[in-house]
């Protein structure tokens, strides 16, 4: 309703463009060993999917997955190419999201910029649950400036349903959260309290996963650590980079 016809047909290109430019890179690596665990993951019953999926994971890819399977056939080019169907919304909500605060011109760059990182082109490719995070992060943040700009319950829910989708698609999501936080609190200072709400729907959602599951694994890893003579921070962080 709030975007011409021309726009339209920018970000429908804009789309098309990245999916062929994903398309055609499909078969240019092989399976890992993640993937290949994905795809025989799939080779059970929903049943045997939701045991064999590992407890720092969610099974609703796992499960996607073997519907595409059984609907599109046993075929890496075709599994993958779930990876990228599930990408692409990626790329209308950033434009959405930067659109609102910067304009038209600023979205297409930023849905561009976004799908252009190595790591982005990787993900979007990659048979594993990440690309539901590299899809809903945009999603996330554009239900941010929504909420903020009018808090309502009714857009409360939406975004902390798209937090509960990150917090099931990959462990390795939760800096992201400090990162939205900060977001909001260098962009919107002293409405940062308006948080309360989304985060109270968000725990309402996956406290039960956090005691049953997370706690117990997070007691594992730190057991298991212990046993590893660590360098300093500063001496760790230096020897990453």
């Given at each position: 309703r709030?975007?011409?016809?021309r726009h339209l ?11 062929a ?8 690596f092989?399976l890992?060993?993640d993937?290949?665990?994905s795809i025989?993951?799939?080779?059970g019953?929903?049943?045997q ?7 720092t994971?969610?099974?609703?890819y796992?499960l996607?997955l073997d519907a ?5 056939g046993m ?8 990876s ?5 919304p990626g790329?209308v ?5 930067v ?7 600023a979205g297409?760059?930023a849905s561009?910029a ?8 990787f ?6 649950s990440?690309v539901?995070?590299?899809s809903?992060?945009?999603l996330t ?5 929504r ?7 009714l857009?409360?829910v939406p975004?902390a349903?798209?937090l509960?989708i990150?917090?099931i698609s990959?462990?390795t999501?939760v800096?992201v959260?400090?990162l939205l936080?900060l977001?909001?609190?260098?962009v919107y200072?002293?409405?940062?309290w308006l948080?309360w709400l989304?985060v109270?729907?968000l725990?309402?959602l ?8 997370k ?7 730190t ?7 660590l360098?300093?921070?500063p001496?760790?962080v230096l020897?990453?980079y």
């Open positions: 709030r975007i011409s016809t047909w920018l970000i429908t290109c804009l789309v098309l463009l990245i999916a430019s994903r398309a055609l890179r499909i078969n240019d092989h890992d060993n993937e290949i665990w025989w993951q799939t080779m019953t929903p049943q999917i939701i045991q064999w999926t590992s407890p994971e969610s099974p609703a796992f996607l595409w399977k059984h609907l599109s075929n890496p080019f075709v599994l993958r190419y779930l990228l169907l599930l990408c692409l790329v909500f950033m434009y959405r999201a659109r609102r605060q910067h304009g038209h011109v297409l760059v561009l976004y799908y252009a990182f190595a790591i982005s082109q993900t979007s490719l990659y048979a594993r990440y539901f995070a590299f809903v992060l945009p943040l554009w239900l941010i400036q909420y903020f700009h009018k808090p309502s319950f857009r409360a975004l349903l798209s509960v990150l917090y990959t462990v999501i800096p959260f400090f936080g977001y909001t609190l260098l200072r002293q409405l940062t948080w989304p109270l729907i725990l309402v996956v406290l039960p996963d956090i005691l049953t599951n706690l117990q694994q997070v007691s594992n890893h057991n298991a650590t212990r046993m590893f003579a360098p300093p921070l001496t760790a020897e990453l």
